[in-house]
Structure formats: structure tokens, C-alpha cells
């Protein structure tokens, strides 16, 4: 888990211990992944259990280590394999570019 606290620590741009849409927008650009803001804020809805429309580290280890990611039920199980597939690119970019 400390290299996952890395990366997440890497997704926190605007505020420390919270990674924001936006945030996650930017950390997808710089490792060449183009992604919208509204495909981040389904990544970050999927997990915000809170619902303050930012994640927190939890949250973030829910997402990545969890069984399941729920976006709303069976109608959206495509979104849901979206989701993970975001998520494990850019955890699998970010820690294979030695960034803790």
C-alpha cells in the first residue's frame, strides 16, 4: 500500500489528501492518456462514498484494491470496465515511471 499512497499522493493537485476530477484529468494528460473531465468524474463518482466530488486516499484503495466499482447497476457495466480500465492505466503508468 505505500506505493499506492504514492500515486495517489501524485493525484492530489489541488488540495492535499483529495484528488478532484480535474486532478486526475491533469495526471492522465501528463503521462499522454486523453480523457475528458466528465469520463474523470464517473472514476471519481464511482468511489466517492462521501459524495464531496473529490476522492480520498481510502476511497482511491477502494477503487484500485476493491472486487467491484459501482457506477449505477447492470446499465452500466460498460462504464464500470471504463472505470477500472482508467484506473489501472494510470496507476500502472504512474508507478512504472518510478514516481512515489
Given at each position: 500500500r505505500p506505493r499506492?499512497m504514492?500515486v495517489?499522493?501524485?493525484?492530489c493537485?489541488?488540495?492535499?489528501g483529495f484528488a478532484?476530477?480535474?486532478?486526475?484529468?491533469?495526471?492522465?494528460d501528463?503521462?499522454g492518456?486523453?480523457?475528458?473531465?466528465?469520463e474523470?468524474?464517473?472514476l471519481?463518482?464511482?468511489c466517492?462514498k462521501d459524495?464531496?466530488?473529490?476522492?480520498n486516499?481510502?476511497e482511491?484503495?477502494?477503487l484500485?484494491?476493491g472486487?467491484?466499482?459501482?457506477v449505477?447497476?447492470?446499465?452500466?457495466?460498460?462504464?464500470?470496465?471504463h472505470?477500472?480500465?482508467?484506473?489501472?492505466?494510470l496507476v500502472?503508468?504512474i508507478?512504472g515511471q518510478?514516481?512515489n
Open positions: 499506492l504514492g495517489f499522493r501524485n493525484c493537485l489541488r488540495k492535499p478532484f476530477p480535474k486532478d486526475l484529468q491533469q495526471v492522465f501528463q503521462i492518456i486523453k480523457v475528458t473531465e466528465d474523470c468524474k464517473l471519481v463518482q464511482s466517492d459524495a464531496k466530488g473529490a476522492v486516499f481510502a482511491f484503495a477502494d484500485i484494491l472486487p467491484e466499482v459501482d449505477g447497476g447492470s446499465t452500466y457495466q460498460a462504464q464500470d470496465r472505470v477500472r480500465h482508467m484506473t489501472k492505466t500502472e503508468n508507478v518510478g514516481q
